[in-house]
């Protein structure tokens, strides 16, 4: 099993920054993709960023710019940086990874217990 451990979310006022941090630890075998994920009231989960073994990135269009991810391999950590908030960023984000683990020689996908973003406009 892999256990994902976020930590950063918080209140900012928009036009702010906050920075998210994810440490995924357990019988990891290996990691594939790393990423956020972000579900705001009332709407689904949507992707934010995500980052491959390979060193790709993916952002959704709403972020571009704005936050970038980067990723730690030797330390299983994922963290966003977060910039130019606005109210429409405020959501609960969701740290995700893929990975094979001493159980499963297969990749499974694994989710953070996921941290509050809220912006103040």
């Known amino acids: 099993q892999v256990q994902l451990v976020e930590s950063g979310g918080g209140l900012v006022q928009a036009g702010g920054s906050l920075r998210l941090s994810c440490a995924a630890s357990?019988?990891?075998?290996?990691?594939?993709?790393m990423g956020w994920y972000r579900q705001a009231p009332g709407k689904q989960r949507e992707l934010v960023a995500t980052?491959?073994?390979?060193?790709?990135?993916n952002y959704a269009d709403a972020v571009k710019g704005r936050f970038t991810i980067s990723r730690d391999n030797a330390r299983n950590t994922v963290s966003l940086q977060m910039n130019s908030l606005n109210a429409e960023d405020t959501a609960v984000y969701y740290c995700?990874?893929?990975?094979?683990?001493?159980?499963?020689?297969?990749?499974?996908?694994?989710w953070g217990q996921g941290t509050q973003v809220t912006v103040s406009s």
């Open positions: 357990g019988s990891i075998l290996s990691i594939n993709v």
């Open positions: 980052f491959t073994s390979g060193g790709n990135t």
């Open positions: 995700y990874c893929t990975a094979r683990t001493l159980r499963h020689n297969r990749e499974y996908d694994y």
